[in-house]
């Protein structure tokens, strides 16, 4: 930048502040803006370098995410991902709740995975419990299939904001359209489309409705037949591929180096997925298989998305196979909130049966409801890390205990979080429109990022 | 249990880990205590140390750690404190000193290639008379399909950890949410800045003495105190 231009805008700058002026609250100043040259100095022997600030507020960044590209024309020569725009004091706030209110708060972390994160913390406090073979078959049965709903429902979304992002429009309609699909079943199992707080401590909220099991098999055919549309929408596009492919390349070594898990790390061809290599819920009794692509990039992370939903439902229609009648919540009655719910009258789920029993016929069961339900169950001294392999990745929830009714403290390590450090490694070097193709292909979620 | 109230020892412990006495039963601070509960003295113990043989893969991995110490010069019971099993996870309590030489041992070993860390957390233990912070590590060994934990503790007044950024980048980040929200300062990191609260806020927010704040919430004539106030069982 010549000379000539800093004079310019420390004119400028000077003219452009305004004054003072004085109210009864004591004099006010007003400060317009100024020129960084006229700050900083222009920078010597440099030209055209121009930092972009990306977001946090903007379409494309998948949430309040804030990219600093530094631009050289259309490359990007350097990016930065700036976050905690979304944060919320989760881990903290749980430390003031009893072990089941923390269900609730952790359902709002990625709240495109409520069903994830529940499982993980509750996989981890029965862990710390010492309880884990004691959860009902037909709980894990249920857990399975909604995570694998779950599972459905990112992806769909992964792939409708993604679409948009690119300019897909259909895309995304389609995405979120098929979404809804499976937020009904989650409406019609847990009573919330989304933040559920379902998966409890000792195993769900409530049994499925009546019908419910045969709900949701019907709806498999109709999900089937439109995941395939999407599909078909984008396979084979040729917009499509010219966007994704080799676009966003991020090997195997690089993966490893900083942590990325799920679908970016199958994109390598590494067939990594905790379902298969460390199961709970009982995994190990379902068939599928799972997908990886060797191409690293935006498209093969977009194939095995396509892919994945597809071994969802076969795992979801196994599950409805394996469901038998039996309790949903552990026999323990230190730890079992009543689960066998029915709706009443007033439209609250409710157990007429156990308000029966508390009310009319057991004192000791009266206090007993009470103590769990104000004062809550005490988890042993200790700490324990429970992982599962949520849609963006391995999900790990690390609990300490110190014996009390309330964590003594709760950290997740959020899959989006780790992933998004990749913003620099895939962008850097490529076009600014590659950037926004791969921050969608890491499918980040600032809920769970920020938590 | 001793006559002070203590537990016992148990054998081939040397001390127990105690993060805080727990006095009364319900919690409750104010108002007379009638219930007779309220002087129970209940102190707070974390699972002891493990003594060899530990069981499972537990061996042949703290053989291999043994050995691959021994063959850089450093005793293994100058690097680890204690191992502590619990819940068949096992802990590595590591001296800070050799934190970095220990995680670069669990990358690179063919025995151990723990290729894959799942980042740092901090607890914060303030009636741990010296070991007031704690940084806990993840790591996952994909070719052994195994997991363990390193934990490092540092007083409060010399939160120092050295950054194994340079071995895992992806410390990157965990280690300045730490930072942010414990105060634990990771000497080498290339740049140990605020990651979720603003570069300006005071305090390190997860801490125990950083309050939850929220403010009372009045509902048809009731008042609601904020979370952090309210009646709560210990």
């Known amino acids: ?63 309040v995410l804030r990219l600093i590209l530094e631009l050289d024309g259309e490359t990007v020569t350097e990016a930065r991902a700036g976050i905690g725009y979304l944060h919320t004091g989760i881990e903290k706030n749980m430390e003031y709740r009893s072990w089941v209110q923390g269900v609730t708060f952790v359902t709002r972390m990625d709240y495109l995975t409520p069903m994830y994160n529940e499982a993980a913390y509750c996989l981890a406090v029965e862990k710390a419990l010492g309880v884990t073979d004691q959860i009902p078959e037909r709980a894990n049965v249920i857990r399975v299939m909604m995570m694998e709903l779950n599972r459905i429902s990112s992806h769909l979304v992964a792939l409708a904001t993604g679409g ?27 009573g919330l489309r989304m933040n559920s707080a379902y998966v409890r401590p000792g195993g769900v909220a409530q049994d499925l409705p009546e019908n419910g099991a045969q709900k949701i098999r019907d709806t498999i055919p109709l999900l ?70 060797t191409t690293a990039d935006v498209y093969g992370r977009f194939l095995i998305r396509i892919e994945e939903m597809e ?3 076969r795992i979801v229609e196994q599950a409805l196979d394996k469901l038998r009648p039996g309790p949903v919540m552990i026999e323990d009655k230190k730890i079992a909130w009543p689960a066998q719910l029915s709706i009443g009258s007033d439209g609250q789920g409710n157990s007429p049966e156990h308000i029966r029993e508390i009310m009319s016929e057991s004192m000791e069961g009266l206090i007993h409801h009470f103590k769990l339900v104000t004062e809550g169950f005490r988890v042993p001294a200790g700490q324990v890390y429970a992982a599962v392999e949520s849609p963006k990745g ?14 003594y403290r709760v950290h997740f390590r959020d899959p989006s979080f780790t992933n998004l450090q990749a913003t620099a490694a895939m962008c850097e070097g490529s076009m600014i429109s590659d950037v926004i193709a791969a921050v969608a292909s890491i499918d980040p979620v600032m809920g769970g990022v920020d938590r | 249990m001793t006559d002070s109230g203590m ?114 957390s901090g607890v914060h233990y303030p009636d741990e008379a010296r070991r007031e912070l704690h940084a806990v590590y993840h790591f996952l060994s994909i070719t052994h399909n195994r997991r363990v934990r390193v934990e490092v503790s540092v007083p409060d007044g010399d939160a120092v ?74």
């Open chain 1, 1 to 63: 930048m010549s000379t000539d231009n800093v004079t310019f805008s420390a004119q400028a700058s000077e003219e452009s502040v305004a004054g003072s002026y004085d109210t009864t609250e004591g004099r006010i100043y007003n400060v317009s803006g100024g020129d960084w040259d006229t700050v900083s100095g222009a920078p010597e022997g440099e030209h055209d370098r121009i930092v972009v600030n990306m977001g946090p507020q903007h379409p494309s960044t998948h949430g």
């Open chain 1, 164 to 190: 948009m992002e690119l300019g897909a429009l259909t895309a995304m309609e389609f995405g979120f359209r098929e979404r809804e699909l499976v937020l009904d079943i989650f409406e019609m199992v847990s």
């Open chain 1, 224 to 293: 089937r037949k439109r995941l395939k549309d999407t599909a078909d929408l984008l396979v084979d596009n040729a917009i499509w591929m010219g966007r994704t492919v080799d676009v966003g390349y991020l090997d195997l070594a690089g993966c490893m180096a900083l942590g990325i898990t799920g679908p970016i790390l199958r994109s390598t061809g590494l067939p990594h997925d905790l379902r298969k290599s460390q199961p709970y819920c009982g995994y190990e009794n379902y068939e599928f298989d799972v997908i990886t692509k």
């Open chain 1, 311 to 313: 071994q969802s439902l």
């Open chain 1, 394 to 407: 391995e999900l790990g929830c690390h609990i300490v205990s110190s014996g009390g009714t309330r964590p």
């Open chain 2, 7 to 120: 537990p016992a020892v148990p054998q081939g412990v040397e001390e127990l880990d105690i993060i805080g006495i727990r006095h009364g039963a319900f919690g409750t601070t104010n108002g007379g205590d009638t219930s007779g509960f309220g002087g129970l003295v209940d102190p707070i113990v974390m699972p002891a140390p493990a003594t060899r043989p530990f069981g499972g893969w537990f061996d042949e991995v703290s053989d291999e750690i043994e050995l691959a110490l021994g063959a850089h010069g450093l005793p293994a019971t100058q690097a680890i404190e204690k191992v502590v099993i619990y819940r068949d996870e096992i802990t590595y309590h590591v001296r800070r000193e050799h934190l970095v030489a220990f995680v670069t041992l669990l990358r690179d070993e063919p025995g151990l290639r723990f290729e894959l860390c799942l980042g740092v």
């Open chain 2, 161 to 234: 950890i050295p950054s194994i950024v340079s071995v895992y980048p992806t410390c990157d980040w965990h280690e300045r949410e730490t930072w942010d929200f414990f105060g634990i300062e990771f000497t080498g990191h290339p740049a140990l800045t605020r990651m979720m609260m603003p570069d300006d806020w005071v305090g390190h927010p997860q801490r125990k003495d950083y309050p939850l704040g929220g403010i009372p919430v009045e509902y048809k004539g009731g008042t609601i105190p904020p979370p952090d106030q309210r009646r709560s069982y210990n």
